[in-house]
């Protein structure tokens, strides 16, 4: 072996150089030198033998990636390229993860502060964080898809069942990832989720000493506290992400093993042709599936920077408190069809139902042997899929607060108007615009938009949440409401003898009531904001059937405008 | 193949520009979330006040309008005033001088709210030391607390009124009592909350009656006129506590607010609120 002095003598500096250099890269990507990627770039025909071809051979990254697919499994249909972008928000996940890990202390004697850390005083704190939310939810959504794509096209048929098993479990696993994060920021939001959603352990079908302990090691106590965040800490950023990992081989190595499967019109029944290619009919990796997968990296990086900056603003409400229980404790929108099964059913039998449901879709493709994959041929089990996936929408609409969780109206209304966490349109109003004063649902002030479009909104609660003895008369009580804008009060006597006041859909409405929201300030920039609910028995004007407050406090500085720009956040603002 | 390089290129740079643009508004957002945290610390501090605090030190931090958590009632505001100046104004507070206390005063008021104050009604809030707040729950008082701090509180003059040791003294300076605006200051004053009114007996929930005391205070102890010993009663209630109240035997130290002097003492003229209040109580004028 010439040493490179050697070749200097023998080439001139300038060709030894360059030969040292092609060299290098050769080693770098296994097998392809500074030519072979230029004509790959260039599109031009490989050398023989195929430099292309050993990367897959020789190198760790790629010998997990086929050297070529079928040519029709490369356009948008089959895949859409699903199983990329979950490959894909994984790694955005573990990065932007990381970048978060530098600033957060698993403690809730801190982790509440960090949170607020990371927002004021890191640089892209809050772009880093909103970037980590948005993108845990597109993954939970791709891969989701992903899963009900490879239902629909039949892929998970032999010899694929086991890809199907693995990617069942890495669905649970993403479910999980997500849900363990939702604990870290130590706010109202993330102890109560995480309390409602595990406490769910304690009806499993068990005896009740398993399901007890169950309970206690995954709080760490009685109750959530600093033993229950690090377990949730360690499950999110250490134990289920190496399980994913793991998992996540096994399904991608069996993608090498047995190919993407074809769409299911272009083979024949019973046959898969997925790696027995003939030669005009392959794509290679190298250079043209590469490039597609980078042109989607790109643009999934365009739309999560985008969505972050724009679109997605991770929620932070105020320091978790055991004590305390928000009025409407929700399940993220991705598990919300657990809390509607629970209002639906008892608790023991949902528990018991969910993971059996889980091995029953993961055995499903060993019972499901049918040959064909092609939809004709299939129409009981795509309709069954249908009929489920409707079910599951219900079940998340069932999940929010809108399903059976009413409280009393006027707690409804002050939760809409003056909320406990989060944003409204009364939060934030421009502050020099507040008025201070008593004022009435629907009153217009003149010359201030701002206002008037926050006592509109306040009437609007208002009206949801309230009927008229007379509609003819409306409401005397609130003149700035016209008759015609209410509903009539239907009555309906319970068995106890009281009357309860429905008003359309709406049970437990409040008759004729009297509501004034106060605004005083009580420190220099700091606001309190008071709505004053009074409704008299309509039978007996000497008493109340309501007579309450409802009390909420905003700082000129507390900064709610920048939260309602977001979508995810705008429709709390109107 | 062509296609998709551009546009994975077009992508990245366009999410490049997206980045500067962020970093360009970075200076500014992070200001606007530095005061954001301060905002909601003090908002949650307001609710915390509310629920906590008030009863003793009043719903304005003045220790003048004080209600009782369960009836609603008005009764003695326990607590020193807040929002005012000894306790705010300056890096080093009129109160951080006068208990000796060399930290800052944010480590003051933490302090003093974490840990009580030994001797006083102020018991201990934090956690740690027995009480029912939070760390973040403190923190968030003490945001709220030195938010009273105003220019223009800070502006006001200078002021301890100091009292005289007999209420002859006190009279030079003061002559004429007036027994209406005394009425209405003994409800004020929060007195009626504890002792009822002047006419029923049974009114007096805490402490003892005061219809009769004309009569009662000239026997209290000997060698003090009635109005001397009303005056120091109200001033000091620990000099005297008798032994009776309404619910039992009085508590000692005695439960009735020990801060008359800063409260009536707050300007040069405040103290007529005394004479007032003794005038319609029936032991001014003197004999």
Redesign the interface.
């Known amino acids: 072996m010439a040493t490179f002095y050697d070749q200097v003598k023998e080439m001139g500096i300038k060709q030894a150089a360059l030969a040292k250099a092609d060299e290098v890269v050769e080693r770098i990507t296994a097998g392809m030198n500074i030519g072979d990627i230029r004509a790959a770039l260039r599109g031009d025909e490989p050398r023989r033998p195929n430099p292309r071809l050993r990367p897959h051979a020789d190198s760790f990254w790629l010998h997990i990636r086929p050297s070529f697919y079928h040519t029709e499994v490369t356009h948008i249909y089959p895949t859409f390229r699903l199983g990329w972008l979950s490959t894909f928000m994984f790694v955005w996940e573990t990065i932007t993860g990381i970048i978060l890990m530098v600033f957060y202390t698993p403690s809730p004697l801190v982790a509440y502060s960090n949170m607020w850390n990371i927002l004021s005083n890191v640089p892209l704190g809050q772009l880093i964080r909103n970037m980590h939310r948005i993108g845990a939810e597109a993954m939970v959504l791709v891969v989701a898809m992903h899963m009900l794509r490879t239902f629909i096209t039949g892929s998970y048929k032999k010899p694929r069942q086991f890809t199907w098993a693995t990617g069942m479990i890495l669905l649970v696993l993403t479910l999980m990832l997500s849900f363990s994060g939702y604990l870290l920021p130590w706010d109202q939001l993330a102890y109560w989720a995480l309390t409602v959603f595990i406490s769910g352990a304690e009806a499993a079908p068990a005896p009740a000493v398993v399901n007890q302990n169950i309970l206690l090691i995954l709080q760490g106590a009685p109750s959530l506290g600093a033993d229950g965040l690090l377990r949730w800490y360690l499950l999110h950023v250490l134990l289920l992400p190496l399980l994913l990992a793991i998992f996540f081989f096994v399904h991608y190595y069996k993608v090498v093993l047995y190919g993407i499967s074809l769409p299911p019109g272009r083979e024949e029944i019973g046959e898969d042709t997925a790696k027995r290619v003939p030669k005009d009919e392959r794509t290679y990796f190298i250079p043209d599936i590469l490039t597609n997968e980078l042109m989607w990296s790109g643009l999934a990086t365009l739309f999560l920077v985008a969505g972050a900056m724009w679109l997605w603003d991770a929620p932070l409400e105020t320091h978790a408190d055991p004590i305390v229980t928000p009025l409407h404790v929700v399940a993220p929108w991705y598990l919300s069809w657990s809390q509607g099964w629970l209002k639906l059913a008892d608790k023991t039998l949902v528990v018991g139902f969910i993971p059996a449901l889980l091995v029953a879709f993961i055995v499903m493709p060993y019972f499901e042997v049918g040959k064909s994959r092609r939809y004709a041929d299939r129409r009981v089990g795509l309709s069954v899929s249908f009929l489920f996936m409707a079910f599951m929408l219900v079940s998340n609409w069932m999940g929010t607060p809108e399903y059976r969780v009413a409280s009393s109206p006027d707690r409804e209304v002050g939760i809409k108007v003056l909320p406990e966490e989060g944003p409204s349109l009364m939060y934030a109003l421009p502050y020099d615009q507040v008025l201070k004063g008593r004022f009435l649902p629907g009153q217009e002030i003149r010359g201030n938009e701002a206002m008037t479009a926050a006592l509109a909104s306040l009437k609007k609660a208002v009206l949801a949440h309230s009927c008229v003895l007379d509609r003819s008369v409306g409401n005397p009580n609130i003149p700035t409401i016209k008759a015609s804008e209410w509903t009539q009060c239907r009555v309906r006597e319970l068995q106890s003898g009281d009357k309860v006041y429905d008003a359309g859909f709406t049970r437990d409405v409040m008759p004729n009531p009297y509501v004034e929201l106060q605004i005083e300030e009580i420190q220099p920039r700091l606001l309190r904001l008071t709505l004053v609910f009074q409704v008299k028995e309509p039978d007996n004007p000497e008493e109340y059937r309501i007579n309450t407050t409802w009390t909420a406090f905003r700082h000129a500085d507390s900064n709610y405008e920048d939260e309602c720009r977001f979508i995810n956040k705008s429709s709390k603002c109107r | 193949?062509?296609v998709?390089?551009v546009?994975?290129?077009i992508?990245?740079m366009?999410?490049m520009m997206?980045?500067g643009f962020?970093?360009l508004q970075?200076p500014a957002?992070?200001e606007?979330?530095?005061?954001?945290?301060?905002?909601?610390q003090?908002?949650?501090g307001?609710?915390l006040y509310?629920s906590q605090c008030a009863t003793c030190h009043g719903v304005?931090g003045d220790a003048t309008e004080c209600y009782d958590a369960a009836t609603g009632e008005r009764i003695g505001c326990q607590g020193l005033p807040l929002n005012y100046k000894p306790m705010l104004c300056g890096d080093r507070t009129a109160r951080m001088v006068a208990l000796g206390w060399d930290g800052t005063k944010h480590g003051f008021v933490a302090a003093t709210i974490a840990v009580g104050r030994f001797g006083t009604a102020m018991p201990a809030w934090a956690q740690e030391y027995g009480g029912p707040l939070?760390?973040?729950?403190v923190e968030d008082l003490v945001q709220?607390v030195l938010?009273?701090e105003?220019e223009e509180l800070c502006a006001q003059p200078d002021f301890v009124f100091e009292w005289p040791a007999t209420i002859e003294e006190l009279l030079v300076a003061f002559p004429e009592g007036d027994a209406a605006r005394g009425e209405g200051l003994y409800t004020t004053y929060g007195c009626s909350g504890c002792h009822g009114n002047l006419t029923d007996p049974a009114s007096a929930a805490v402490g003892p009656w005061q219809g009769n005391l004309p009569e009662v205070a000239a026997t209290r102890v000997e060698g003090l006129s009635a109005a001397q010993y009303v005056y120091e009663s109200i001033l000091y209630p620990n000099n005297y506590v008798v032994a009776d109240c309404p619910n039992g035997p009085c508590t000692v130290p005695s439960s009735m607010p020990n801060n008359f002097p800063l409260r009536m003492g707050d300007s040069p003229e405040r103290p007529q609120d005394l004479i007032d209040i003794m005038t319609y109580l029936g032991v001014l004028p003197l004999p």
């Open positions: 193949m062509q998709k390089i546009i994975g290129t992508s990245f366009l999410t997206i980045l962020v970093a970075e957002r992070l606007r979330f530095t005061a954001a945290r301060q905002g909601r003090i908002e949650q307001a609710h509310d304005n939070r760390p973040d729950e709220f938010n009273w105003t």
